[in-house]
């Protein structure tokens, strides 16, 4: 890959405002796809089929084979609108987008066009700074999925410089609801923390209505995030480029980063930007070029002749607007008020995206600190290290009743981690693997005074030293009584026992 200069970020502020607009695309938990009976692998329950294995002649795209709109779809559909503040349509369309699918048979993607399900609405995001933004959402549409392609032979795992591609059919089809924005303007600076704010939000959204698993690293909620500069008071937008699939929160603040540096470098060299797709690469940090952006009258849509309209009643839109959770940005505010955190500790919270999973934890019995303990510690450290979402590790109730053990006394920090180790292993709650391993904390005086006493006669120059006011030097023995109890001793209980054996004898 040439390499590709780029302006400092801060001079490319003083030259270029930046406008940002962001396509974010929601996989929904139905059971079926959107327009056909076959099982939806966007449902963790069908997550890792077999390729080419969740299909029906709708999905392949067989001759006479006609599609079928699911209504549950519709209906999550209709709460993602009311979600983000939008209008919901009386009357909906699909259509038909056109262009070559090598991952979609039909070769025409259904669709949303002039009449999507949802429009004009408005989503409040609050940034680390504290800074709050309400992005302006123009629409929010239905659609289907395409497949997967997996490219094979060559370097990168894309299709350049690939031998042959395979392709799997089973995500063809399933329900998608693509969530557009207005351009977005006046950020400046806090663009990239903008972007990657507001996917945070939707995914809190989609989660909270739970219409989704929202899994960035399994493809459920995907951002193309477009970027265009525009002179420092020139009215008229930039050519804007799209960097596509973008996959993880932390990527989609670099993407963005990124592509204002390039952009204002290339501006400012008095060159020009193409409209185009951009790819993401992870390991450089960089974008590069994909294919020409086509415009709307590029894919010629048209009305989906085999689909009637949608149009919901204004009872089944009351129910689910009736049915709302409470705002993400409420829900933030209220939490952190009522577990006591302060802005840092509440902000690791928030950026670890394990916010759900601490209050279903507190919910469980365990307090906020314990809870924020162990999923921004030694539960995030776990999945780090496998690779693995968080929440696919343990569950709050489990992590619940290991604060609890801890608090009782039953265990150790040190013991809890084995504790939980076992619990990711698949060996049982927390409880049981106690008892299983026999790992809960030696609560009997008589036996820890018995290893104290043994210490210390094996070290009589420690004896000396703590009887002479030397009170540190009762790590030594401390150290020697947590060995011989294998770990299994409360260290606070058995220093308090070392000095009132020291100075009764």
Not at 67 to 86: F, H, M, T, Y
Not at 236 to 245: I, L, M, P, V
Not at 272 to 290: A, C, K, L, M
């Given at each position: 890959?040439?390499?590709v ?11 270029f405002e930046p406008v940002i607009?962001l396509?974010v695309h ?7 796809k959107?327009f056909s ?16 294995t ?5 999905c392949l795209?067989l001759?006479?084979s006609l599609?079928v709109?699911?209504g549950?779809?519709?209906r999550k559909?209709?709460?993602l609108g ?6 919901i349509?009386p009357?909906?369309?699909?259509a038909?987008k ?6 979609l048979a039909?070769?025409?993607?259904i669709?949303?066009y ?17 800074r709050?933004?309400?992005v ?7 659609e289907?999925?395409a497949g ?7 370097s ?10 395979l392709v799997?059919?089973n995500r ?7 969530i ?9 600076a ?6 990657r704010a ?7 959204i ?7 698993e ?7 909620l995907?951002c193309?995030?477009?970027?265009s500069?525009r ?10 480029t799209e ?6 929160f932390?990527s989609i ?6 592509e ?6 290339i501006?400012?060299a008095?060159g020009i930007?193409?409209?185009e797709?951009r790819?993401?690469?992870e ?6 070029p994909g294919r020409p ?6 894919y ?5 002749p ?6 919901p009643?204004a ?6 607007r ?7 940005a409420?829900r933030?505010?209220?939490?952190k ?5 302060s802005?840092?500790e509440?902000?690791i919270?928030?950026?670890s995206g394990?916010?759900n ?6 919910a469980?019995g365990?307090t ?8 921004t510690g030694e539960?995030a450290?776990?999945a780090?290290a496998?690779d ?5 590790l343990?569950s709050?109730?489990?992590v ?9 006394g ?5 013991l809890a981690?084995?504790v939980l ?7 049982g709650?927390?409880?049981e ?8 904390v030696?609560?009997d005086?008589g036996?820890l005074?018995?290893?104290?006493d043994?210490a210390?006669a094996?070290?009589?120059?420690v004896l000396?030293?703590i ?14 009584v947590?060995?011989?109890m294998q770990?299994?001793a409360?260290a606070?209980?058995v ?11």
């Amino acid at each position: 890959m040439a390499r590709v200069e780029l302006m400092d970020f801060d001079r490319a502020l003083e030259l270029f405002e930046p406008v940002i607009g962001l396509e974010v695309h929601v996989e929904l938990n139905t059971a079926t796809k959107m327009f056909s009976p076959a099982p939806n692998p966007a449902n963790d329950a069908n997550h890792g089929a077999e390729p080419n294995t969740l299909v029906t002649p709708v999905c392949l795209g067989l001759p006479g084979s006609l599609p079928v709109v699911n209504g549950e779809a519709v209906r999550k559909s209709i709460s993602l609108g009311l979600a983000l503040g939008c209008e919901i349509a009386p009357s909906s369309r699909f259509a038909r987008k056109n262009y070559f699918y090598p991952d979609l048979a039909k070769n025409y993607q259904i669709s949303q066009y002039d009449e999507p399900i949802a429009f004009d609405g408005e989503v409040e995001v609050e940034l680390e700074n504290g800074r709050v933004f309400r992005v302006p959402i123009e629409r929010a549409h239905m659609e289907e999925d395409a497949g997967k392609l997996t490219h094979v032979g060559g370097s990168t795992g894309r299709i350049q410089g690939a031998e042959y591609s395979l392709v799997d059919y089973n995500r063809a089809g399933v329900p998608l609801v693509e969530i557009v924005t207005r351009p977005v303007v006046g950020a400046e600076a806090d663009a990239p923390a903008l972007a990657r704010a507001y996917v945070s939000t939707i995914r809190d959204i989609a989660l909270s209505l739970g219409i989704s698993e929202a899994r960035m690293e399994r493809g459920n909620l995907r951002c193309d995030a477009n970027v265009s500069l525009r002179p420092r008071g020139q009215e008229q937008f930039g050519t804007r480029t799209e960097t596509k699939n973008v996959n993880s929160f932390r990527s989609i603040e670099r993407a963005v980063r990124y592509e204002i540096q390039r952009q204002a470098a290339i501006l400012a060299a008095g060159g020009i930007i193409t409209q185009e797709t951009r790819h993401w690469h992870e390991d450089t940090g960089s974008t590069s070029p994909g294919r020409p952006k086509s415009d709307a009258d590029d894919y010629r849509y048209f009305p989906e002749p085999d689909l009637l309209p949608v149009v919901p009643s204004a009872e089944l839109i009351e129910e689910l607007r009736a049915a709302l959770p409470e705002a993400p940005a409420a829900r933030r505010r209220r939490l952190k008020q009522e577990w006591g955190f302060s802005d840092d500790e509440f902000q690791i919270v928030a950026n670890s995206g394990m916010l759900n999973e601490l209050a279903a934890t507190v919910a469980a019995g365990a307090t906020p600190a314990a809870a924020r303990k162990w999923w921004t510690g030694e539960i995030a450290r776990l999945a780090n290290a496998a690779d693995r979402d968080a929440s696919s590790l343990v569950s709050p109730t489990h992590v619940a009743e290991l604060a609890q053990l801890v608090e009782a006394g039953t265990l150790t920090d040190r013991l809890a981690r084995q504790v939980l180790e076992g619990v990711v292993a698949g060996e049982g709650s927390p409880q049981e693997i106690v008892d299983a391993r026999g790992l809960a904390v030696v609560s009997d005086d008589g036996a820890l005074v018995a290893a104290i006493d043994e210490a210390l006669a094996a070290q009589p120059d420690v004896l000396a030293k703590i009887r002479d006011g030397k009170v540190q030097a009762a790590g030594a023995v401390i150290g020697a009584v947590m060995k011989a109890m294998q770990g299994k001793a409360d260290a606070a209980r058995v220093r308090e026992l070392v000095l009132e054996r020291a100075n009764a004898e």
